[in-house]
């Protein structure tokens, strides 16, 4: 799950980011109103831990133009205020949850977990294509009884494969969930996974190929007996 975090408190901002991170969540983190909704819009999150108050563009405006984009991130608004008037503004902008600071960790996580399953993921262990399995508490790669571990990031990229094997994945969207937005990776890199991955499919004697699909992307696929 990749979550983004909208908070002008750096120190907050940095420990919501751990408390995510904890979770094995991919976290990215802005500080003001305008780069919160420019990274929104990007629809590749989640979900949006987003303060109200904010610099250049505050939360409830975010999430309204959010809303009127179509954009339908579920989000959980932050507030220093305990305010009724504020929480129901916030939620009529479009907001699905609301928080009050100073909160609870496994306040926050719970609430990211119930939109989740809201929003209508399945909460499991693994996830499965063919004849491999991909735990997602431990990082393994499995193939009957035989398993191998994975990197975090060789994880990110097959576990985006594995939810999507119908679909063409490209690299530019590789980057961008598994490296973030402001990172300087480049096509390179997911070249590079992408081989480590092949390596341990092939140790594994699976059945399952990564195809590159020429000046697209990539996708999964079945090869022959």
Known sequence: MRILIVEDEIRLAEALSEIMKSQRYTVDM???GEDGFDYAMSNIYDCIVMDVMLPKMNGFDIVRKMREEENQTPVIMLTAKDDTVDKIKGLDCGADDYLTKPFEPGELLARVRAISRRQGEVVMNEIKYEDISLNLTNYTLSRGEHEINLGPKEFDILKI????????????????????????????????????LRKKLSHLKSKVQIKTVRKIGYKLEVGSD
């Open 30 to 32: 802005v500080h003001d």
């Open 161 to 196: 494969l594995i939810s999507n094997p119908k679909i063409i994945i490209s690299k530019e969207d590789i980057l961008i969930k598994v490296w973030g937005m402001e990172s300087d990776a480049e096509d390179n890199n997911v070249e590079v996974y992408i081989s480590f």
